[in-house]
């Protein structure tokens, strides 16, 4: 176990850096997964066909090949995906402004791919919704729109935290992806640096790998189990 | 390459028990006296009249499975010639992969009974395995597009412009780290080096660093994309791994490298798989016997 | 043009599927009136009463809402149907809200009026339905009758033009549906137009201005209700007032 203690500044910086991968990917697929629902329940059949085909896409491919797309095909097309280098931003999660782009396509990659089970989870949260709530709000004179973000979606979402919660404990697992994809120094992948470079035993590192993403993933079931029993309690 | 290693580790373990539920009913190879030493690793395998070897899979020139599912390379020439001075034929030989992250591992829980896969020596392995050998000084280089002059070295990375690639978990990636100045910005770590060749292409990076003979491999495949620039700046002395404290063992095939590095085996191994890359052969470092 | 009639239904059908839901209906609604629609289960007198907002598409026919046809959908829908309350079986109170943000939430959202506004008329309308005690509690925390109260506050704070009530009273404990229809009766008393599709003889008789009975799709007869429980004209009004009346 000396391991851990001796390297752990590798295991602090691999945290932190994928600590930043996760916030930020889980905000764009929290973003991305909310505008593809509501394409997908938008009285407007263009949209929804384009939301659906989006999550039958995006949903049954493996995580990789999205890796694949974002991390190769984004260069191919001339993109460094140079419009995620917000200044503000950048001062916080330092990978974002850097000339190398791996780490903006991970983040695009993961944002992707989760958003179609955000999007599947805020769905299901739709449904969850009486229909007569919107029908109420529609009788009152209220756009599609201000329906959608007023009455459905704030409603939506409580139904949805639960299944939501799991989407992005899953995506918080599978940042390990990163670190093959560019993402130099994220928590898997400074791991099995000290074991394959470093010759440090595997079982070891491997245990403070994983408490690395517990500290991430149980806080989170947590708090979503509290989220869950307070609204438990409101009805 | 997660993948990847994890089915080689089960096909590690699957092997391992295939091997031992073999051994159990194998009848009749067992030749009444045997030239080595009794109770010694040398006699056991002799008598065994198998052996189980982890090589790389996925090396080209050093250890690479072929389409019909056998590992060929220069690290596999060194085992069939190991196993052949134990009286063992080369289809006798078993072969696991072994990727970088597994090696110690195979060698302490006795899975594999030496471990050749261009395993560079250093002290922290040593902790936990024992090394005969070198019998090969790889050394780590740069690979650039051949139209880029700009890269002459590892230092060409000082000034924390120029970005370069390698694997997660390499040595090579450790070694280049301090020639950067900013490793956030300058390293790129990908599972497998066809990333970082892709990556070179798409001009993401500026060059691709590993040991010479990998790099060798991605230029000859490339028609003239890549070239090699600068020197050698690290030397890999590449071991052969046994098990932490067989010493008998590891004497044994310390005296057998310096044999076939005289009596042209050596040279031929060379030839016949790596050699394709690089003509150059290498005259066979001097054991270390620690 | 406010000569003309507020609400005119003309030779409307509708289909679910096979279901022949509306058949040539005809109705006209005087500003001020008041209809109440009975009939017995199933008879499309739901189904008419939420084709007037278009919560309900029809087949054919026309519907004319204050000289206009009804818009088809987008903005001009959510103006009319602003313009149109509706009070629902199910109350529908927007279960995340509290009543009183229940209240002021379109007129501030549709209408743009100011929050300050709107809340201080939102108090005025819950204290008319004798609910102002229960403004910061949630919908779920009130008994079904100050639900449907707060829902009838909600549908007058857009000032509508007509109210339409789909069984207001189908889902309240007997003991509640008292509360509610006196707060439809003095509506109904200020002058609101309003289409009130119940099973509530009483309401029927004491409020309305005229009784239209709807029996599998069809308007089959309409009337005072004086005169339409005194001495009902079709042998299916007098079925089923029968069967109504007799417990």
């Known amino acids: 176990m000396d391991v851990l203690i001796d390297n752990a500044d590798v295991f602090v910086s691999g945290f932190w850096l994928t600590l930043q991968l996760c916030v930020l990917s889980a905000t764009g697929a929290l973003l991305i997964g909310t505008i593809v629902a509501a394409m997908r329940i938008s009285p407007v059949p263009s949209l929804r066909w384009a939301g659906a085909t989006y999550v039958t896409l995006v949903r049954n491919l493996p995580l990789t090949i999205v890796f694949f797309l974002t991390s190769f095909g984004l260069p191919e097309l001339g993109s460094n995906a140079d419009f995620l280098r917000v200044p503000g931003l950048s001062s916080v999660f330092d990978r974002l402004g850097i000339d190398l782009p791996y780490f903006r396509f991970a983040v695009i990659a993961l944002s992707v791919y989760t958003a179609a089970f955000v999007c599947e989870a805020i769905r299901s949260g739709v449904n969850a919704v009486p229909a007569g709530q919107a029908e109420a709000a529609r009788s009152l004179g209220l756009t599609f729109r201000q329906n959608l973000l007023s009455i459905v979606l704030p409603q939506a979402w409580r139904a949805a935290i639960v299944p939501l919660g799991s989407v992005i404990i899953a995506m918080i697992k599978n940042s390990a992806l990163a670190g093959a994809f560019g993402v130099t120094g994220e928590l898997f992948s400074s791991g099995q640096n000290l074991t394959s470079s470093g010759g440090n035993p595997i079982i070891p590192v491997f245990i403070g790998i994983s408490i690395g993403y517990l500290i991430m993933t149980v806080p989170l079931g947590i708090f979503i189990d509290r989220v869950e029993n307070r609204r438990a309690v409101a009805r | 390459m997660r993948l990847k290693r994890f089915a080689a580790l089960a096909a590690v373990s699957v092997l391992a028990f295939g091997a031992a539920a073999c051994g159990g009913e194998d009848p009749g190879t067992t030749p009444t006296t045997s030239k080595f030493e009794a109770g010694t690793t040398m006699e056991k395998l002799s008598t065994a009249g198998k052996i189980t070897i982890g090589t790389k899979f996925d090396q080209p020139g050093f250890g690479l499975k072929g389409l019909d599912g056998k590992p060929a390379g220069f690290d596999v020439e060194i085992g069939k010639i190991i196993a052949a001075e134990l009286g063992i034929s080369a289809d006798k030989i078993n072969w696991i992969a072994t990727p970088s992250a597994v090696r110690e591992e195979v060698l302490e829980k006795g899975d594999a009974d030496v471990v050749i896969a261009t395993y560079t020596i250093n002290d922290k392995r040593k902790q936990r395995i024992d090394f005969a050998g070198p019998y090969y000084v790889a050394g780590q280089h740069l690979m650039v597009r051949s139209d880029d002059s700009s890269i002459t070295g590892p230092d060409s990375f000082k000034d924390g412009a120029k970005k370069v690639c390698s694997v997660q978990g390499s040595t090579p990636a450790t070694n280049i780290e301090k020639f950067l100045k900013d490793k956030a910005t300058q390293l790129v770590l990908f599972d497998v080096y066809t990333k970082c060749v892709d990556a070179l292409k798409n001009k993401q990076v500026d060059a691709v660093t590993t040991d010479n003979v990998i790099l060798l491999g991605y230029v000859s495949q490339s028609n003239g994309a890549y070239k090699l620039t600068g020197s050698k700046f690290t030397d890999e002395p590449y071991g052969i791994g046994v098990k932490k404290g067989d010493a008998k063992f590891r004497a044994f095939i310390n005296d057998l490298l310096e044999k076939i590095y005289a009596d042209g085996r050596y040279a031929k191994a060379w030839t016949d798989t790596a050699g394709k890359f690089d003509a150059n052969v290498p005259t066979g470092p001097a054991v270390n016997r620690y | ?247």
């Open chain 3, 1 to 247: 043009m406010s000569h003309e009639p507020l609400i005119v239904l003309d030779a409307v059908n509708k289909w679910f599927g096979d279901l022949h839901v509306l058949r040539d209906v005809n109705l006209t609604v005087e500003r001020g009136e008041v209809v109440v629609v009975i009939g017995p289960s199933g008879s499309g007198k739901s189904t008419l009463c939420r084709a007037v907002n278009r919560l309900e598409t029809i087949n054919s026919g026309s519907i004319r809402f204050d000289g206009k046809e009804l818009p088809a959908e987008g903005r001009a829908l959510a103006k009319l149907r602003s313009e149109v309350g509706m009070v629902f079986q199910s109350f529908n109170l927007f279960a995340h809200k509290s009543i009183l943000d229940n209240v002021t939430l379109a007129p501030i959202k549709v209408r743009g009026e100011s929050k300050a506004s709107a809340r201080a008329r939102g108090m005025q309308l819950l204290e008319r339905v004798g609910i102002a005690n229960q403004a910061n509690k949630l919908p779920a925390q009130l008994s079904g009758g100050q639900q449907q109260r707060a829902a009838i506050a909600r549908a007058l704070a857009m000032q509508p033009k007509a109210m339409l009530f789909d069984e207001p009273t189908s889902a309240l404990d007997p003991e509640m549906v008292g509360e509610v229809l006196d707060v439809m009766t003095s509506l109904a008393k200020e002058g609101m137009t309003m289409i009130v599709v119940t099973h509530e003889m009483g309401f029927a008789r004491a409020a309305a201005d005229r009784v239209v009975f709807m029996a599998d799709g069809q308007l089959v007869e309409q009337a005072p209700p004086a005169e339409f429980f005194g001495d009902p004209k079709s042998e299916r009004a007098r079925d089923f007032l029968s069967k109504v009346l007799s417990h």
